[in-house]
């Protein structure tokens, strides 16, 4: 009789969540990581505080992005909408930069400066101050829940809410005046996009860095999936060398490596890694897992260094010189000998200093050619022109005068079109010659008509070309954009 076959379940598609609790270390990148940490957060939300004076009727806060008015101010710097390809510049240089810091220093960004890294870091310390260390916080999830379970959890989110909060808080000053918004936020006056955007980023920040954490550099980060186009075998990353720690044994065990097998490195990542199987998509690059291998090492009276930020060229040269010698100090002696230098220059990173040279050439060009004042000319085109009574035709304008200083400025405005075609302004002052002077409003557009006339009898094609030139006091051209003019379709000559 044969037996019935079992079935067997398939096997799941996504792995149950390993939570991670990192332990607290104490260390020179530890202390690093401080104080980029104190630096990133102070500037976030104490930049919205910071003033500039700019004259009257305009915003005195330092760093601004003015959706009502369509500014960008940054300090001395003001950017407005149809300039937006600064930033497109800003945006190339800071990821020309990246690829370059992540060429020469490996994920340093990813493990120092994110954001995800900067609050999750924040969100551990409060874990740690009110929960306790890694075991202290293992002990509790296992606890039923008691008062003391009750207590700490809740003081926990509190605290990490109230972060979020004030994350999102500050994300709304810098789209409006922070001094004019706080007390028009706390007192329910503040408009549904502010309240919105504050929710949302207090949203996202208690949640990415409160439970999802490593889970974003692991699964949302698309940063991970192709920095390895940027490392090379000469960029600086966290290694473990294996050739000196390697076999793993007790303390006091002979015949071992330095590596004494004590976790303290898996127990310290904040992705939970084992930094000894090598390089992994998870490092972020923190370096924590060096702090804690180096006071292992010190306590031990070994030599520290065992994981450390490493080319892999040199870990293959050091491996290479202490490959034949037994573990000790001979064979840690060869191997330190045979490290070599970082090299900083090489193709790779010539050809992001080249293009980041580049770009800051051509914004800076830019920048010093960038006219402040414009003049943008619509034409009416319903309909395309209109028949006189007297038989003459006439085409209407629409022109936006716009001046990026603070100050008054007086153009006067010339057409340059075919003889007998005459040009009126509405409401335009006219000089000595009959010329209409424009007038422009500081760091803002005026908005002036102009009606171009063809007299009865002139003979012009369907479409002729013209062009609007301000002219400064001094008769020198500032700005000049080009039109049509537009009439009825001459009749076809008899043969």
């Known amino acids: 009789m044969q037996a019935k076959a079992v079935p067997v379940s398939p096997a799941p598609l996504y792995a149950t969540r390993q939570k991670v609790y990192p332990k607290a270390v104490k260390g020179i990148v530890r202390r ?9 957060l102070a500037l976030y939300y104490a930049v919205p505080l910071l003033r500039w004076d700019r004259g009257p009727e305009m915003p005195d806060q330092a760093v601004l992005v003015d959706m009502t008015n369509g500014r960008l101010f940054f300090f001395f710097v003001e950017i407005w909408p149809q300039e937006v390809y600064y930033l497109t510049g800003l945006l190339v240089l800071a990821a020309i930069g990246l690829f370059a ?32 260390d890694r075991n202290a916080r293992m002990k509790l999830d296992l606890q039923p829940w008691t008062g003391e379970w009750l207590r700490k959890k809740a003081l926990t989110h509190a605290i990490w809410l109230g972060i979020a909060m004030a994350t999102g808080g500050a994300w709304i000053m810098y789209f409006n ?46 940063w991970p999936r192709f920095q390895a186009a940027m490392l090379d075998e000469n960029s600086l990353v966290v290694t473990y060398r294996a050739w000196r720690g ?10 071992h490596g330095d590596c004494v097998d004590c976790m303290g490195c898996v127990h310290v990542c904040p992705t939970g890694i084992d930094i000894r199987d090598g390089q992994q998509m998870e490092c972020i690059g923190c370096g924590l897992c060096i702090d804690a291998c180096d006071d292992v090492m010190g306590r031990l009276g070994r030599q520290k260094g065992l994981i450390a930020f490493e ?35 090489r193709p790779r990173t010539l050809l992001y200093a080249g293009v980041l040279g580049l770009v800051v050439a051509v914004m800076a060009g830019s ?6 004042t414009s003049l943008a000319v619509l034409r009416d085109r319903a309909p395309n022109f209109v028949r ?23 153009y006067a405005l010339v057409l340059e079109a075919p003889a007998g075609l005459q040009m009126v302004v509405q409401d335009a002052a006219q000089d000595a010659t009959g010329r209409p002077v424009l007038t422009t409003r500081p760091d803002g557009i005026t908005q002036w008509r102009a009606l171009v006339t063809a007299p009865p009898g002139l003979r ?36």
């Open 388 to 410: 006189l009574s007297d038989g003459g035709v006439r085409n209407g304008y629409a022109l936006k005068l716009g001046d990026k200083t603070r100050g008054v400025e007086s």
């Open 311 to 345: 080319t892999l060229t040199n870990l293959a040269a050091a491996e290479a010189a202490a490959k034949p010698l037994p573990p000790g100090p001979a064979r840690l002696a060869c191997g330190m000998q045979a490290r070599t230098h970082l090299r900083i220059v």
């Open 32 to 40: 690093a990581k401080w104080l980029i940490l104190i630096l990133c």
């Open 460 to 495: 012009l094609p369907e479409n002729v070309p013209v062009t609007f030139t301000l002219l400064d006091a001094k008769g020198r051209a500032e700005v000049s954009t080009a039109s049509v003019f537009m009439g009825p379709k001459p009749p076809e000559s008899k043969p």
């Open 177 to 222: 005046d922070a001094l004019e918004m706080t007390p028009r936020f706390f007192t329910g006056q503040a408009s549904l996009e502010v309240y919105f955007f504050f929710g949302l980023f207090t949203a996202t920040t208690y949640l990415l860095a409160g439970w999802a954490r490593e889970q974003v550099c692991t699964y949302m980060c698309p």
């Open 367 to 372: 920048w010093a050619l960038r006219q402040t």
């Open 101 to 132: 810091a992540t060429s020469l220093f490996g994920r340093v960004w990813c493990g120092f400066a994110c954001p995800q890294t900067v609050w999750t870091d924040l969100f551990m310390w409060v874990e740690r101050r009110v929960q306790g």
């Open 246 to 255: 390697e076999p793993r044994g007790k303390p006091k065990g002979e015949g």
